[in-house]
C-alpha cells in the first residue's frame, strides 16, 4: 500500500521506516529541510538501535523516500499517518498546533479517498476535531476515515517493539476503515484491539499513565523500605511473582523521565480537569516522581553535610539506557541541584553527552570517559544503567576515586559486590 508519514520524529520515523520494511511504499514527509535531506542520504537524526539499517535497506529497496513536499507527498497516498509532535503547554495539556496544522494541510491536498491515522498522543476527543477540520477545511470534497492508531514504542527498542509489540490498538470510524488498518498492520503478526475513536486515544493515556503510577508506587515503597530496614529488589520481586501484578516496571530508582511519561500523565491530569475530574491518584504519582528526582542529592547531603567543593562524578545523563534522549531526564535536576549546594560535577554518558550540552547546568564539566570521570571524585552518582557502568572494573575505579563513595540511583550493583569491592554503597530502598 502507499501511505504518507507526516513528522519525522521518533514516532513518525520509526513507524515509516517500520512500514516500508514490510513491504509498504512509504513517503515521511516533514518541513525540516536539514532533517529530511540527512534522511534522502540514509542518517537517521536520532540514535535508535537498528533503524539506521532499516533506513538504509528500504531507500535502496525504492519502498522509502523523504519529502518537505505535502503535495508530492499525498498525491498518492491511500493512507496517511499523522505523527507530529503534541508537546507540553505550560499548564500541562497537550498542545495540538502541530497537528491541526497537518489536518489542514491534508483537507488542502487530498483528491481522493484516503484514511487518516493519528499516531500522535493526543487527548480524548482530537480525532473528531481532526476530522472536523479537515471536513471544513477541504478544497475538494472527497471521501476519508479517521482512525486513532496509538503507538506503544518504547526509546531504545523501537524497532523491536515495532516487530514484538504486545498489541495494536485501532480506533476507527468505520468498520471498513478499521479493516484496512488492520491489512497494513497484517505483516507484523500481532494481536489486534478494534475499538471506537474516543477509547483508543483513552487507551494510550491510560497505559502510560498506569506504568507511570507502578513506577511511583514502587519508589514510595522503596523509601520505605530503607526505613524499615527492608530490601525492594526483594520486595519488587515477591510482588511480580503474583501474574495479577507482574514483574515489569517495578524497579525503584530516581523517577521516570523521558518524553512520554512525564508529559502524558500531566496531559492526562489535565484532560480530566476539563471534564471537571480530580485525578487524585495520578496527581501523587506526579508528585511522588518529582520528590524521587531529589533522592539521591538528600541522601549525599545526608552523607556529607554540605556538598561545598565536593567533586562529584555522574554516570549516566539520558533518561535512560541505549538512547541519547535527555528530555526530562532526572540528571538535569540532579546536577542543577548540586551544581546549586556547591558541588563541582564531573560528568559521563556514553551517547547522550553532546545533547546534555545544551540542556544541563552550564557549569557541569563533560568528561570523555569513565576513568577521567571518576578521577579524585569525592564520590559517584550513577543515574543511568548502562550495560558499561554494570561491566566497569571496579576495582580499578575504586583507586582512581578519591573516596570510593557510590550513591546508585538505579541499583545496578548487588550489595555482596559493592562490599567485596570497599566501597561505601548508598543505593534506592536498600541497606547501605
Ligand atoms: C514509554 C512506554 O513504556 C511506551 O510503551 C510508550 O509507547 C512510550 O512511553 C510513549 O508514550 O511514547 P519510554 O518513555 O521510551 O516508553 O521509556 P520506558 O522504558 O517506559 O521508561 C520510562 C521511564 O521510566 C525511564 O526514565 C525509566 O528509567 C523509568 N522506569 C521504567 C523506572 O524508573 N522503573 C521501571 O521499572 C521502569
Redesign the pocket.
Known amino acids: 500500500m502507499r501511505i504518507a508519514v507526516v513528522g519525522t520524529g521518533y514516532?513518525g520515523l520509526v513507524t515509516g521506516v517500520c512500514l516500508s520494511e514490510i513491504g509498504h511504499e512509504v513517503i515521511c514527509i516533514d518541513i525540516d529541510e536539514a532533517k529530511i535531506e540527512k534522511l534522502n542520504n540514509g542518517f537517521s537524526p536520532i540514535y535508535e538501535p537498528g533503524l539506521e539499517q532499516l533506513l538504509n535497506d528500504n531507500i535502496a529497496e525504492g519502498r522509502l523516500s523523504f519529502t518537505t513536499d505535502f503535495e508530492q507527498g499525498f498525491q498518492y497516498a491511500q493512507a496517511i499517518y499523522i505523527a507530529v509532535g503534541t508537546p507540553q503547554r505550560d499548564d500541562g495539556s497537550a498542545n495540538l498546533d502541530h497537528v491541526e496544522t497537518v489536518a489542514r494541510s491534508i483537507a488542502n491536498h487530498i483528491r481522493e479517498y484516503v484514511v487518516v491515522v493519528t499516531k500522535s498522543?493526543v487527548p480524548v476527543g482530537t480525532n473528531h476535531r481532526i476530522k472536523q477540520i479537515i471536513e471544513e477545511n477541504m478544497v475538494e470534497k472527497v471521501p476519508f476515515n479517521m482512525v486513532s492508531n496509538p503507538?506503544?514504542?518504547?526509546?531504545?527498542t523501537a524497532v523491536h517493539d515495532t516487530f514484538h509489540g504486545d498489541r495494536i490498538v485501532i480506533g476507527a470510524d468505520s468498520d471498513s476503515a478499521a479493516e484496512f488498518v488492520k491489512e497494513i498492520n497484517k505483516p507484523f503478526g500481532i494481536a489486534v484491539f478494534c475499538t471506537d475513536i474516543q477509547s483508543a486515544e483513552m487507551i494510550?493515556y491510560a497505559?502510560?499513565a498506569f506504568?507511570a503510577t507502578?513506577?511511583s508506587f514502587?519508589n514510595e515503597i522503596s523509601n520505605l523500605c530503607e526505613k524499615l530496614d527492608a530490601n525492594v529488589e526483594d520486595v519488587s520481586h515477591g510482588m511480580g511473582m503474583d501474574q495479577r501484578i507482574g514483574r515489569?516496571?517495578?524497579?525503584?530508582?530516581i523517577?521516570?523521565?523521558?518524553?512520554?511519561?512525564p508529559k502524558?500523565t500531566k496531559a492526562l491530569i489535565q484532560i480530566a480537569g476539563n471534564v471537571e475530574h480530580e485525578f487524585d491518584l495520578l496527581k501523587s504519582v506526579v508528585r511522588v516522581n518529582n520528590k524521587q528526582q531529589k533522592l539521591l542529592v538528600k541522601k549525599a547531603k545526608d552523607r556529607f553535610g554540605s556538598l561545598e567543593g565536593k567533586t562529584i562524578t555522574i554516570l549516566g545523563l539520558a533518561?535512560?539506557p541505549n538512547t541519547d534522549d535527555m528530555r526530562e531526564s532526572?540528571s538535569i535536576v540532579i546536577c542543577d541541584q548540586l551544581i546549586r549546594s556547591g558541588a563541582i560535577v564531573k560528568a559521563y554518558d556514553p551517547i547522550a553527552i553532546e545533547k546534555a550540552r545544551s540542556i544541563l547546568n552550564p557549569e557541569v564539566v563533560f568528561a570523555a570517559s569513565i576513568e577521567v570521570a571518576v578521577t579524585h571524585a569525592d564520590c559517584m552518582f550513577i543515574l543511568t544503567e548502562w550495560s558499561q557502568f554494570k561491566q566497569m572494573d571496579l576495582t580499578a575505579i575504586r583507586t582512581m576515586m578519591k573516596e570510593a563513595i557510590i550513591f546508585d540511583g538505579r541499583n545496578i550493583f548487588s550489595l555482596e559486590l559493592m562490599k567485596e569491592k570497599g566501597f561505601e554503597y548508598h543505593s534506592v530502598g536498600r541497606a547501605s
Open positions: 514516532v498522543t503507538e506503544f514504542l518504547r526509546e531504545g494510550k497505559s502510560n506504568l507502578k513506577i514502587i515489569q516496571f517495578l524497579q525503584a530508582g523517577g521516570y523521565g523521558g518524553s512520554c511519561f502524558d533518561f535512560k532526572a
